[in-house]
């Protein structure tokens, strides 16, 4: 089993099928993680930042995001690394937004592209845990719904899938208290999670 998704990760960071199909400058698919991870983090699309270190979430928003995790009580961003495989919707950048704001959202021909891989990866991995970052990556597995009916409550359990609003600094869904709350919700739920999964 480990053989077959080393396999799978070096095909996927072979594809580039976007970049043929003229959806992306270049083709840099960028993932993490490791067979026996317990958690499975799915978000949306690299940033420009991960696309220069060809690694997850180590922009503004990944600062964010391991600000939560120690909310989370993991001890610390390596550590919840080291227990976390971290993909996306999309695997490579997108490129910037053409209002000049921000990232440009994944294209549908793009994720379409990319389905397969996290697909697979779920399979092998067979993570106890989802973490759903980011409207799309909730409504591709719990379908069309408001961010604000779906934070602060766990779906499933084999995996659990967990839903956490995106920690993009242009989002601005966590101006709204109640939405903060809802976030410290989910939050206290991943660190039960983790305590049962790692414990610690």
Excluded at 126 to 143: D, K, N, T, W, Y
Excluded at 150 to 175: D, E, I, M, Y
Aim: charged share 25%.
């Amino acid at each position: 089993m480990t053989d077959e998704l080393s396999d799978l990760q070096a095909a996927c960071s072979t594809c580039r099928i976007c970049a043929d199909q003229g959806l992306v400058a270049e083709a840099k698919p960028i993932f993490e993680g490791r067979r026996d991870a317990e958690f499975f983090l799915i978000g949306q699309a690299p940033g420009p930042v991960e696309h220069g270190l060809h690694r997850p979430f180590m922009g503004r928003a990944g600062r964010e995001l391991e600000r939560w995790m120690l909310r989370a009580r993991f001890s610390s961003g390596e550590e919840f690394r080291r227990h976390t495989y971290i993909a996306a919707i999309m695997r490579c950048f997108p490129g910037p937004n053409a209002s000049g704001s921000g990232d440009r959202p994944p294209p549908a021909a793009a994720i379409r592209n990319c389905s397969h891989w996290l697909e697979a990866e779920l399979k092998l991995v067979r993570p106890r845990a989802v973490l759903l970052v980011g409207q799309l990556a909730a409504g591709r597995f719990l379908g069309p719904a408001p961010l604000d009916e779906r934070v602060g409550q766990a779906f499933g359990s084999n995996p659990v899938l967990l839903p956490l609003p995106h920690p993009s600094g242009t989002s601005r869904w966590l101006n709204d208290p109640a939405n903060r709350e809802r976030l410290t919700r989910a939050l206290d739920t991943l660190s039960r999670l983790r305590e049962r999964c790692i414990g610690g």
